[in-house]
């Protein structure tokens, strides 16, 4: 045999498939099939109702946060004013009185556990009054869930509502809230008050009830 014919028989090795440098494009909807869509591919995007603002959407909503501060302030001033009272009350006692006597300091003591129970009451109640009030706005009205003891729940229907009104205290301008005030038809609750809404989002709930009266008044 000839050598030459033994190295013609050896098998060859296959070349290396050549590996791609990019990457596959990603299937798009109109390259995969439609039996692979499967149902999800009709459903329709949903789409925000138009014409409607966010905020009517009928569900419970805190009053702004910021809230709990102005009352806390305000409260606080009120507090100061009973707390100087009191202590002047407490002072001409000692003063005038012909001599101190036990009376005297229990009356003292009460005096100063107002103060500091009146003081107590101003920090804490805010926060508490906040956690225990909501409303929520639909396309038929408002409702009002408030009150920490004694809870109720306030509806006011768009087609009662003669005028709103958005006021503003100097402690709310200071924090950036707002009073929402609804005026009604009718001796009863004539007019009802959503105290610590934002400002901004008071004046859009206000022009929105606004609009939705002249609908009203339009039918």
Request: aromatic residues 8%; proline residues 10%.
């Given at each position: 045999?000839?050598?030459?014919?033994?190295?013609?028989?050896?098998?060859?090795?296959?070349?290396?498939?050549?590996?791609p440098?990019?990457?596959?494009?990603?299937?798009?909807?109109?390259?995969?099939?439609?039996?692979?869509?499967?149902?999800?591919?009709?459903?329709?995007?949903?789409q925000?109702?138009?014409?409607?603002?966010?905020?009517?959407?009928?569900?419970?909503?805190?009053?702004?946060?910021?809230?709990?501060?102005?009352e806390?302030?305000?409260?606080?001033?009120?507090?100061?004013?009973?707390?100087?009272?009191?202590?002047?009350?407490?002072?001409?006692?000692?003063?005038?009185?012909?001599k101190?006597?036990?009376?005297?300091?229990?009356?003292?003591?009460?005096?100063?556990?107002?103060?500091?129970?009146?003081?107590?009451?101003?920090?804490?109640?805010?926060?508490?009054?906040?956690?225990?009030?909501?409303?929520?706005?639909?396309?038929?009205?408002?409702?009002?869930?408030?009150?920490?003891?004694?809870?109720?729940?306030?509806?006011?229907?768009?087609?009662?509502?003669?005028?709103?009104?958005v006021?503003?205290?100097?402690?709310?301008?200071?924090?950036?809230?707002?009073?929402?005030?609804?005026?009604?038809?009718?001796?009863?609750?004539?007019?009802?008050?959503i105290e610590?809404?934002?400002?901004?989002?008071?004046?859009?709930?206000?022009?929105?009830?606004?609009?939705?009266?002249?609908?009203?008044?339009?039918?």
């Amino acid at each position: 045999m000839n050598p030459s014919d033994e190295t013609q028989a050896e098998p060859t090795e296959a070349a290396p498939l050549p590996v791609p440098t990019q990457p596959l494009p990603a299937p798009t909807p109109e390259s995969t099939p439609a039996s692979l869509l499967g149902s999800a591919s009709q459903l329709p995007a949903p789409q925000a109702t138009p014409g409607v603002p966010g905020f009517v959407d009928g569900q419970l909503h805190p009053l702004d946060p910021r809230n709990i501060a102005a009352e806390r302030i305000s409260m606080l001033i009120l507090w100061a004013i009973f707390a100087i009272a009191v202590l002047i009350g407490i002072a001409y006692l000692f003063f005038t009185a012909p001599k101190v006597d036990a009376f005297l300091w229990i009356l003292s003591g009460i005096g100063l556990a107002l103060i500091i129970g009146a003081g107590l009451f101003s920090l804490l109640w805010p926060k508490v009054e906040y956690k225990r009030t909501r409303f929520k706005i639909d396309p038929l009205g408002i409702e009002i869930h408030q009150g920490v003891l004694w809870r109720s729940q306030t509806c006011v229907p768009i087609g009662r509502v003669q005028h709103a009104d958005v006021g503003q205290g100097p402690l709310q301008r200071m924090f950036g809230v707002s009073t929402l005030t609804l005026h009604t038809a009718g001796t009863s609750n004539a007019s009802i008050a959503i105290e610590g809404l934002d400002h901004a989002f008071a004046v859009s709930v206000r022009d929105w009830i606004v609009h939705q009266r002249k609908n009203y008044d339009a039918v």
